[in-house]
């Protein structure tokens, strides 16, 4: 299947489903091929699954109420195993693809599996080292005892129509609850299928998600989402246009300092209209929650 950016809004993706229809006697030494395919341009970072009784889970588990029965040894790092207590992104795969990585990492170059459930903060109003990703909290939630409040309706819709980022919790109905638990990570749902990750601070809650997956849960609330649409793409064509503007601008510059002629038929690539993604920089979001 093709997916075609004019239709998505996206880049171009193709997409393939591979069955296996019968088995085969492989021979795995006709994989290795040639010795000169052998020699790599680079070398992909290892996958380091978490050990049994690791630090970093401890602090993870008591912090969210995580249930023991969450396999935490299926939580991996791309880092060497000599620096893998530094890395700042902590991802999660079923035991499938675990033995799939494990086996196979140093015969195939194996650029992304699983999904990433945890980035490392140092945000003084974190009471753990790890807050939680929405790209995983679909999954662990059902696990999870700690830092999760059901709201209503009415305040989720309010903090994810809001065109500020940061929404007082005054405003909203569910606050009691919400203050309750320990500043930072919250989980908040209206339904157990549709959980959002929150950042909650002293007056103010902002949900952790990218425009997207705003959408997304507005059209799962039943939200005609086509202004809020039309007006996200206004605002990438804009910013297009100004990133053409500064390259030309910069391309000027470099003209005048070679002293070469610069002419408006000088062909500028254009900057790709790249969507959205939601805000990673927790420090900068740390300063303004704080208030």
């Not at 091929?33 to 009784?53: H, N, S, Y």
């Not at 705003?214 to 605002?235: N, Q």
Request: charged share 35%; hydrophobic share 35%; glycine share 4%.
């Amino acid at each position: 299947m093709r997916i075609t950016p004019h239709a998505q809004d996206t880049g171009g993706f193709f997409v393939a489903l591979i069955e296996k229809v019968d088995e085969s006697n492989f021979d795995g030494s006709a994989a290795n091929g040639p010795a000169w395919k052998k020699k790599k341009m680079f070398k992909d970072e290892p996958f380091t699954f978490l050990k049994l009784d690791d630090e970093r889970w401890h602090d993870i588990r008591n912090h969210y109420g995580v249930d023991e029965s969450f396999k935490y040894q299926n939580l991996f790092s791309r880092r060497l195993e000599s620096n893998d207590a530094n890395s700042r992104q902590l991802f999660y795969a079923n035991d499938a693809i675990k033995n799939f990585v494990k086996e196979n990492m140093a015969k195939v170059s194996i650029q992304n599996a699983g999904m990433k459930m945890f980035s490392r903060t140092e945000g003084k109003v974190e009471n753990t080292r790890f807050r939680l990703s929405q790209e995983g909290i679909r999954y662990l939630f059902k696990f999870m005892n700690k830092q999760k409040v059901k709201i209503g309706a009415e305040d989720m819709l309010h903090m994810l129509k809001s065109e500020e980022n940061l929404v007082p919790l005054e405003k909203l109905t569910c606050k009691g609850d919400v203050r309750k638990q320990q500043n930072g990570t919250v989980v908040v749902y209206c339904d157990e299928d549709e959980p959002v990750c929150t950042w909650v601070g002293y007056h103010t809650i902002a949900p952790y998600i990218s425009k997207e997956e705003r959408l997304h849960l507005l059209r799962m609330m039943g939200v005609d989402c086509a202004e809020i649409e039309l007006l996200m793409k206004s605002k990438r064509k804009e910013k297009a246009a100004q990133d053409r503007e500064a390259a030309w601008a910069r391309k000027e510059e470099e003209a005048k300092a070679t002293g070469e002629p610069s002419t408006s038929s000088d062909a500028v690539p254009e900057a790709p209209e790249a969507p959205e993604a939601p805000e990673e920089n927790i420090q900068e979001m740390s300063e303004h929650v704080q208030e």
